[in-house]
Protein backbone atom coordinates (compact mmCIF):
# COMPACT_ATOMS: atom_id res chain seq x y z
CA UNK A 1 0.00 0.00 0.00
CA UNK A 2 1.54 3.23 -0.85
CA UNK A 3 0.42 6.38 1.24
CA UNK A 4 0.78 10.33 0.60
CA UNK A 5 1.87 11.90 3.61
CA UNK A 6 0.14 15.01 3.60
CA UNK A 7 -2.65 14.10 1.64
CA UNK A 8 -5.54 14.19 4.47
CA UNK A 9 -3.73 17.25 6.60
CA UNK A 10 -2.73 19.62 3.71
CA UNK A 11 -0.80 22.81 4.33
CA UNK A 12 -3.03 25.87 5.21
CA UNK A 13 -3.57 28.47 2.92
CA UNK A 14 -6.22 31.84 3.56
CA UNK A 15 -7.72 30.28 0.73
CA UNK A 16 -9.30 27.41 2.60
CA UNK A 17 -10.75 30.32 5.17
CA UNK A 18 -13.41 30.56 2.15
CA UNK A 19 -13.31 27.42 0.03
CA UNK A 20 -12.68 24.48 2.47
CA UNK A 21 -15.54 23.47 4.21
CA UNK A 22 -13.99 22.98 7.28
CA UNK A 23 -12.91 26.34 7.97
CA UNK A 24 -15.89 28.11 5.85
CA UNK A 25 -18.42 28.05 8.86
CA UNK A 26 -15.61 29.56 10.88
CA UNK A 27 -15.75 32.46 9.00
CA UNK A 28 -18.77 33.36 8.39
CA UNK A 29 -19.60 32.95 12.40
CA UNK A 30 -16.16 35.37 12.86
CA UNK A 31 -17.55 38.10 10.35
CA UNK A 32 -21.09 38.03 11.28
CA UNK A 33 -20.04 38.08 15.29
CA UNK A 34 -17.70 40.98 14.13
CA UNK A 35 -20.91 43.00 12.09
CA UNK A 36 -22.61 42.57 14.91
CA UNK A 37 -20.28 44.16 17.35
CA UNK A 38 -19.35 46.78 15.03
CA UNK A 39 -22.97 47.64 14.64
CA UNK A 40 -23.36 47.43 18.40
CA UNK A 41 -20.37 49.70 19.27
CA UNK A 42 -21.79 52.05 17.26
CA UNK A 43 -25.51 52.09 18.09
CA UNK A 44 -23.91 52.67 21.90
CA UNK A 45 -21.62 55.56 20.77
CA UNK A 46 -24.68 57.70 18.73
CA UNK A 47 -26.91 56.82 22.06
CA UNK A 48 -24.24 58.57 24.01
CA UNK A 49 -23.24 61.16 21.81
CA UNK A 50 -27.17 62.51 21.25
CA UNK A 51 -27.57 62.20 25.02
CA UNK A 52 -23.82 64.49 25.18
CA UNK A 53 -26.10 66.87 23.01
CA UNK A 54 -28.97 67.30 25.26
CA UNK A 55 -27.45 67.65 27.94
CA UNK A 56 -27.15 63.98 29.80
CA UNK A 57 -25.08 61.04 30.64
CA UNK A 58 -25.69 57.60 31.31
CA UNK A 59 -26.41 57.25 35.02
CA UNK A 60 -28.55 55.15 37.05
CA UNK A 61 -28.64 56.96 40.31
CA UNK A 62 -31.84 58.12 40.05
CA UNK A 63 -32.58 54.80 41.02
CA UNK A 64 -31.51 55.88 44.66
CA UNK A 65 -33.71 58.87 44.94
CA UNK A 66 -36.92 58.89 46.60
CA UNK A 67 -40.15 57.84 44.46
CA UNK A 68 -42.79 59.39 46.01
CA UNK A 69 -45.63 57.64 44.73
CA UNK A 70 -47.75 55.20 46.14
CA UNK A 71 -48.53 51.54 44.85
CA UNK A 72 -52.00 49.92 45.95
CA UNK A 73 -51.14 46.75 45.58
CA UNK A 74 -47.74 45.29 47.56
CA UNK A 75 -46.38 42.03 47.80
CA UNK A 76 -43.47 43.55 50.39
CA UNK A 77 -44.07 46.68 52.30
CA UNK A 78 -43.68 50.08 50.67
CA UNK A 79 -44.37 53.58 50.93
CA UNK A 80 -44.02 56.68 48.90
CA UNK A 81 -40.89 57.61 50.91
CA UNK A 82 -38.61 54.74 49.15
CA UNK A 83 -36.42 54.84 46.54
CA UNK A 84 -37.43 54.21 42.91
CA UNK A 85 -35.39 50.99 43.40
CA UNK A 86 -37.83 49.20 45.60
CA UNK A 87 -41.05 50.65 43.40
CA UNK A 88 -39.06 48.48 40.24
CA UNK A 89 -38.67 45.68 42.70
CA UNK A 90 -42.47 45.98 43.65
CA UNK A 91 -43.65 46.57 40.09
CA UNK A 92 -41.23 43.34 39.09
CA UNK A 93 -43.08 41.51 42.14
CA UNK A 94 -46.35 42.23 40.78
CA UNK A 95 -45.72 40.98 37.22
CA UNK A 96 -44.61 37.65 38.35
CA UNK A 97 -47.40 37.40 40.59
CA UNK A 98 -50.10 38.15 37.69
CA UNK A 99 -47.90 36.22 35.24
CA UNK A 100 -47.29 32.76 37.22
CA UNK A 101 -50.89 32.94 38.64
CA UNK A 102 -51.75 33.52 34.45
CA UNK A 103 -49.45 30.47 33.51
CA UNK A 104 -51.54 28.36 35.71
CA UNK A 105 -55.18 29.12 35.29
CA UNK A 106 -54.40 29.08 31.64
CA UNK A 107 -52.72 25.60 31.53
CA UNK A 108 -55.62 24.44 33.54
CA UNK A 109 -58.59 25.84 31.55
CA UNK A 110 -56.43 25.13 28.19
CA UNK A 111 -56.44 21.45 29.03
CA UNK A 112 -60.32 20.90 30.13
CA UNK A 113 -61.19 23.01 26.90
CA UNK A 114 -58.81 20.98 24.70
CA UNK A 115 -59.79 17.80 25.47
CA UNK A 116 -63.30 18.88 25.62
CA UNK A 117 -63.14 19.80 22.23
CA UNK A 118 -62.48 16.57 21.44
CA UNK A 119 -65.31 15.06 23.30
CA UNK A 120 -68.34 12.96 21.33
CA UNK A 121 -70.87 15.07 22.58
CA UNK A 122 -71.57 17.44 20.00
CA UNK A 123 -72.77 20.28 21.60
CA UNK A 124 -69.70 20.38 24.52
CA UNK A 125 -67.18 20.18 21.40
CA UNK A 126 -69.39 22.80 19.89
CA UNK A 127 -69.65 25.46 23.05
CA UNK A 128 -65.59 25.05 23.11
CA UNK A 129 -64.75 25.49 20.10
CA UNK A 130 -66.77 28.90 19.45
CA UNK A 131 -64.61 29.57 22.98
CA UNK A 132 -61.56 29.20 21.12
CA UNK A 133 -62.41 30.76 18.14
CA UNK A 134 -63.85 33.95 19.98
CA UNK A 135 -60.92 34.24 22.63
CA UNK A 136 -58.54 33.89 20.22
CA UNK A 137 -59.28 36.27 17.01
CA UNK A 138 -59.74 39.20 19.04
CA UNK A 139 -56.56 41.45 20.29
CA UNK A 140 -56.02 40.95 24.05
CA UNK A 141 -56.38 44.65 24.76
CA UNK A 142 -60.07 44.68 24.05
CA UNK A 143 -60.29 41.66 26.46
CA UNK A 144 -59.00 43.61 29.08
CA UNK A 145 -61.06 46.31 28.13
CA UNK A 146 -64.14 44.55 28.29
CA UNK A 147 -63.34 42.76 31.57
CA UNK A 148 -62.52 46.22 33.00
CA UNK A 149 -66.02 47.45 31.71
CA UNK A 150 -67.99 44.11 33.31
CA UNK A 151 -66.09 44.65 36.63
CA UNK A 152 -66.64 48.68 37.08
CA UNK A 153 -70.33 48.53 35.31
CA UNK A 154 -71.47 45.02 36.40
CA UNK A 155 -70.17 44.45 39.87
CA UNK A 156 -71.66 45.99 43.04
CA UNK A 157 -70.02 48.42 44.68
CA UNK A 158 -69.29 47.64 48.62
CA UNK A 159 -72.38 48.60 50.65
CA UNK A 160 -74.87 46.57 48.09
CA UNK A 161 -73.36 43.75 51.13
CA UNK A 162 -75.01 45.47 53.72
CA UNK A 163 -78.17 45.24 55.38
CA UNK A 164 -80.26 42.08 56.16
CA UNK A 165 -81.43 41.89 52.66
CA UNK A 166 -78.71 42.94 50.40
CA UNK A 167 -79.06 44.02 47.07
CA UNK A 168 -75.72 41.47 46.57
CA UNK A 169 -75.06 38.04 48.49
CA UNK A 170 -71.03 37.06 48.66
CA UNK A 171 -70.23 33.82 46.57
CA UNK A 172 -68.42 30.33 47.38
CA UNK A 173 -69.95 29.92 50.97
CA UNK A 174 -69.65 33.67 51.73
CA UNK A 175 -66.19 33.66 51.07
CA UNK A 176 -65.81 35.75 47.91
CA UNK A 177 -67.01 39.90 47.40
CA UNK A 178 -66.86 41.39 44.37
CA UNK A 179 -67.33 44.48 43.60
CA UNK A 180 -66.81 47.48 40.90
CA UNK A 181 -63.50 48.72 43.34
CA UNK A 182 -62.09 45.50 43.98
CA UNK A 183 -62.47 41.84 44.99
CA UNK A 184 -62.76 40.94 48.66
CA UNK A 185 -61.12 37.54 49.75
CA UNK A 186 -60.33 35.56 52.93
CA UNK A 187 -57.22 36.06 54.47
CA UNK A 188 -55.56 33.52 56.47
CA UNK A 189 -54.80 33.18 60.21
CA UNK A 190 -53.52 30.92 62.79
CA UNK A 191 -54.67 30.42 66.37
CA UNK A 192 -51.02 29.61 67.59
CA UNK A 193 -48.34 31.13 65.52
CA UNK A 194 -44.96 30.60 65.55
CA UNK A 195 -43.30 33.68 65.19
CA UNK A 196 -41.46 35.50 62.19
CA UNK A 197 -37.77 36.01 61.26
CA UNK A 198 -37.37 39.42 60.68
CA UNK A 199 -35.42 40.54 58.06
CA UNK A 200 -35.44 44.00 58.16
CA UNK A 201 -38.69 45.76 56.89
CA UNK A 202 -39.97 42.02 55.70
CA UNK A 203 -40.10 39.00 57.89
CA UNK A 204 -40.31 34.88 56.69
CA UNK A 205 -43.02 33.37 59.07
CA UNK A 206 -42.07 30.24 60.84
CA UNK A 207 -44.63 28.45 59.86
CA UNK A 208 -44.04 28.85 55.66
CA UNK A 209 -40.50 27.32 56.69
CA UNK A 210 -42.40 24.14 57.99
CA UNK A 211 -44.46 23.63 55.17
CA UNK A 212 -42.07 23.86 52.74
CA UNK A 213 -39.55 21.72 54.77
CA UNK A 214 -42.45 19.08 55.31
CA UNK A 215 -43.28 19.80 51.64
CA UNK A 216 -39.84 19.47 50.19
CA UNK A 217 -39.69 15.82 52.39
CA UNK A 218 -42.45 14.32 51.22
CA UNK A 219 -41.52 14.91 47.73
CA UNK A 220 -38.14 13.70 48.22
CA UNK A 221 -39.60 10.61 49.80
CA UNK A 222 -41.89 9.92 47.12
CA UNK A 223 -39.44 9.99 44.36
CA UNK A 224 -37.85 7.53 46.63
CA UNK A 225 -40.76 5.50 46.98
CA UNK A 226 -41.80 5.04 43.08
CA UNK A 227 -37.87 4.06 42.57
CA UNK A 228 -38.31 1.81 44.67
CA UNK A 229 -41.52 0.31 43.08
CA UNK A 230 -39.81 0.70 39.63
CA UNK A 231 -37.50 -2.14 40.83
CA UNK A 232 -40.25 -4.34 42.64
CA UNK A 233 -41.58 -4.24 38.96
CA UNK A 234 -38.48 -5.06 37.34
CA UNK A 235 -37.85 -7.67 39.31
CA UNK A 236 -41.28 -9.39 39.59
CA UNK A 237 -43.87 -7.83 37.16
CA UNK A 238 -46.44 -6.19 39.55
CA UNK A 239 -45.89 -2.75 40.37
CA UNK A 240 -47.00 -2.29 44.63
CA UNK A 241 -50.02 -0.81 45.37
CA UNK A 242 -48.23 3.31 46.71
CA UNK A 243 -50.78 5.86 45.89
CA UNK A 244 -52.35 5.46 49.16
CA UNK A 245 -48.49 5.39 50.87
CA UNK A 246 -47.73 8.97 48.75
CA UNK A 247 -51.11 10.26 49.85
CA UNK A 248 -50.26 9.89 53.66
CA UNK A 249 -46.95 11.24 52.47
CA UNK A 250 -48.36 14.51 51.65
CA UNK A 251 -51.48 15.22 53.70
CA UNK A 252 -50.45 13.56 57.35
CA UNK A 253 -47.37 16.24 57.67
CA UNK A 254 -49.31 19.13 56.34
CA UNK A 255 -52.74 18.19 58.24
CA UNK A 256 -50.63 17.94 61.42
CA UNK A 257 -48.94 21.42 60.77
CA UNK A 258 -52.36 22.99 60.04
CA UNK A 259 -54.10 21.51 62.61
CA UNK A 260 -50.55 22.75 65.36
CA UNK A 261 -50.88 26.26 63.67
CA UNK A 262 -54.73 26.27 63.75
CA UNK A 263 -53.92 27.68 60.18
CA UNK A 264 -58.10 29.05 59.17
CA UNK A 265 -59.59 31.06 56.84
CA UNK A 266 -60.81 34.41 57.99
CA UNK A 267 -63.41 35.76 55.36
CA UNK A 268 -64.04 39.39 54.76
CA UNK A 269 -66.92 41.33 56.83
CA UNK A 270 -68.15 44.45 55.88
CA UNK A 271 -67.30 47.67 58.24
CA UNK A 272 -68.32 50.95 57.33
CA UNK A 273 -67.51 51.58 53.95
CA UNK A 274 -65.49 48.89 53.13
CA UNK A 275 -64.36 45.12 53.60
CA UNK A 276 -61.88 44.22 56.72
CA UNK A 277 -60.64 40.96 57.52
CA UNK A 278 -60.06 39.60 54.31
CA UNK A 279 -57.79 40.93 51.38
CA UNK A 280 -59.26 43.38 48.97
CA UNK A 281 -57.51 42.52 45.48
CA UNK A 282 -57.35 45.30 43.28
CA UNK A 283 -60.02 45.21 40.45
CA UNK A 284 -56.58 45.96 38.11
CA UNK A 285 -55.07 43.01 39.04
CA UNK A 286 -58.56 40.81 39.00
CA UNK A 287 -58.95 42.21 35.56
CA UNK A 288 -55.53 41.76 33.89
CA UNK A 289 -55.53 38.01 34.81
CA UNK A 290 -58.98 36.81 34.10
CA UNK A 291 -58.08 38.55 30.57
CA UNK A 292 -54.65 37.14 29.77
CA UNK A 293 -56.04 33.55 31.31
CA UNK A 294 -59.45 33.36 28.98
CA UNK A 295 -56.80 34.59 26.35
CA UNK A 296 -53.97 32.63 26.49
CA UNK A 297 -56.16 29.79 27.46
CA UNK A 298 -57.53 29.26 24.44
CA UNK A 299 -54.24 29.21 22.38
CA UNK A 300 -53.02 26.03 25.05
CA UNK A 301 -56.79 24.62 24.27
CA UNK A 302 -55.62 24.50 20.48
CA UNK A 303 -51.97 22.85 21.80
CA UNK A 304 -53.45 20.37 24.09
CA UNK A 305 -56.12 19.34 20.93
CA UNK A 306 -53.15 19.20 18.87
CA UNK A 307 -51.09 17.17 20.63
CA UNK A 308 -53.62 14.52 21.87
CA UNK A 309 -54.48 14.11 17.84
CA UNK A 310 -50.77 12.99 17.00
CA UNK A 311 -51.13 10.49 19.27
CA UNK A 312 -51.67 7.51 17.31
CA UNK A 313 -55.00 6.39 17.45
CA UNK A 314 -53.82 2.86 17.98
CA UNK A 315 -52.62 3.66 21.22
CA UNK A 316 -56.37 4.76 22.44
CA UNK A 317 -57.75 0.90 21.19
CA UNK A 318 -54.89 -0.63 22.81
CA UNK A 319 -55.75 1.30 26.23
CA UNK A 320 -59.57 -0.03 25.09
CA UNK A 321 -58.64 -3.58 24.49
CA UNK A 322 -56.62 -3.78 28.39
CA UNK A 323 -59.96 -2.54 30.26
CA UNK A 324 -59.05 1.47 30.55
CA UNK A 325 -61.61 3.44 30.82
CA UNK A 326 -62.25 6.55 28.51
CA UNK A 327 -61.10 9.10 31.56
CA UNK A 328 -57.85 6.59 32.47
CA UNK A 329 -56.47 6.06 29.30
CA UNK A 330 -56.82 10.16 28.37
CA UNK A 331 -54.31 10.64 31.76
CA UNK A 332 -52.42 7.78 31.42
CA UNK A 333 -51.62 7.23 27.52
CA UNK A 334 -52.60 9.62 25.74
CA UNK A 335 -51.69 12.89 27.78
CA UNK A 336 -48.25 11.78 28.71
CA UNK A 337 -47.23 10.58 25.41
CA UNK A 338 -48.77 13.68 23.62
CA UNK A 339 -46.71 16.07 26.14
CA UNK A 340 -43.27 16.05 23.28
CA UNK A 341 -45.64 17.98 21.13
CA UNK A 342 -47.55 19.98 23.85
CA UNK A 343 -44.78 21.37 25.74
CA UNK A 344 -42.33 23.29 22.80
CA UNK A 345 -45.26 25.33 22.21
CA UNK A 346 -46.80 25.50 25.54
CA UNK A 347 -43.21 28.04 26.22
CA UNK A 348 -44.25 30.50 23.78
CA UNK A 349 -47.48 30.85 25.13
CA UNK A 350 -45.74 31.65 29.03
CA UNK A 351 -43.67 33.71 27.38
CA UNK A 352 -46.55 35.18 25.69
CA UNK A 353 -48.44 35.77 28.58
CA UNK A 354 -45.27 36.85 30.91
CA UNK A 355 -44.82 39.69 27.89
CA UNK A 356 -48.64 40.38 27.53
CA UNK A 357 -49.05 41.56 31.13
CA UNK A 358 -46.82 44.79 30.05
CA UNK A 359 -50.58 45.56 29.17
CA UNK A 360 -51.53 46.13 32.63
CA UNK A 361 -51.04 50.14 32.14
CA UNK A 362 -54.73 49.60 30.05
CA UNK A 363 -56.12 49.29 33.72
CA UNK A 364 -53.98 50.86 36.03
CA UNK A 365 -52.26 48.01 37.72
CA UNK A 366 -48.95 49.05 38.91
CA UNK A 367 -46.46 46.21 37.05
CA UNK A 368 -42.93 46.93 35.96
CA UNK A 369 -44.44 48.90 33.39
CA UNK A 370 -47.00 50.96 35.33
CA UNK A 371 -43.77 51.41 37.88
CA UNK A 372 -40.33 51.47 35.86
CA UNK A 373 -41.54 52.14 32.99
CA UNK A 374 -44.27 54.47 33.93
CA UNK A 375 -44.38 56.68 36.78
CA UNK A 376 -40.43 56.71 37.41
CA UNK A 377 -39.75 57.21 33.87
CA UNK A 378 -41.99 60.42 33.80
CA UNK A 379 -40.87 61.45 37.07
CA UNK A 380 -37.05 61.21 36.46
CA UNK A 381 -36.49 61.59 32.88
CA UNK A 382 -34.35 58.95 32.18
CA UNK A 383 -36.15 57.30 28.94
CA UNK A 384 -32.84 55.55 28.21
CA UNK A 385 -32.13 53.84 31.42
CA UNK A 386 -35.39 52.98 32.00
CA UNK A 387 -36.18 51.37 28.83
CA UNK A 388 -32.81 49.20 29.38
CA UNK A 389 -33.45 48.49 32.18
CA UNK A 390 -37.01 47.08 31.68
CA UNK A 391 -35.79 45.39 28.34
CA UNK A 392 -33.01 43.43 30.75
CA UNK A 393 -35.58 42.39 32.64
CA UNK A 394 -37.99 41.08 30.53
CA UNK A 395 -35.44 39.92 28.53
CA UNK A 396 -34.14 37.63 31.93
CA UNK A 397 -37.46 36.52 32.75
CA UNK A 398 -38.11 35.12 29.06
CA UNK A 399 -34.78 33.27 29.30
CA UNK A 400 -35.28 31.76 32.83
CA UNK A 401 -38.79 30.71 31.54
CA UNK A 402 -37.19 29.38 28.45
CA UNK A 403 -34.72 27.40 30.50
CA UNK A 404 -37.42 25.82 33.04
CA UNK A 405 -39.15 24.88 30.63
CA UNK A 406 -36.92 23.34 28.20
CA UNK A 407 -35.43 20.50 31.46
CA UNK A 408 -38.78 20.03 32.13
CA UNK A 409 -39.17 18.97 28.20
CA UNK A 410 -35.78 16.86 28.36
CA UNK A 411 -37.75 14.90 31.23
CA UNK A 412 -41.06 14.38 29.71
CA UNK A 413 -39.77 13.47 26.17
CA UNK A 414 -39.79 9.93 24.62
CA UNK A 415 -36.27 7.99 25.93
CA UNK A 416 -34.92 6.13 22.55
CA UNK A 417 -33.55 2.67 23.50
Excluded at 111 to 132: D, E, F, P
Aim: hydrophobic share 50%; with cysteine.
Amino acid sequence: MVTYTGADNPPFRLSMLIYDRRYRSLTLQAIVFILVMLAASWLIDNTLRNLSAMGKTLSFDFLFRRAGYDIPQQLIPYNSDDTHLRATVIGLLNTLLVSIMGCIAATILGVIVGVLRLSSNWLIARLMTVYVEIFRNIPLLLWILVCLAIFTEVMPPPNAYRGENPAAEMILFDMIAPTNRYTAIPSTGMTNPPGTISLGREGISWALIAYVVVIAAAWTSWRLLRRWAQRVQDQTGKRPRTWWISLAMFAVPVLFLTWYFGLHLIPPVLRGFNFADGINLDNAFVVLWLALTLYTGAFIAEIVRAGILAVSRGQTEAAFALGLRPRRTMSLVVLPQALRVIVPPLISQYLNLTKNSSLAIAVGYMDLRGTLGGTTLNQTGREMECMVLMMGIYLALSLIISAGMNVFNARVKLKER
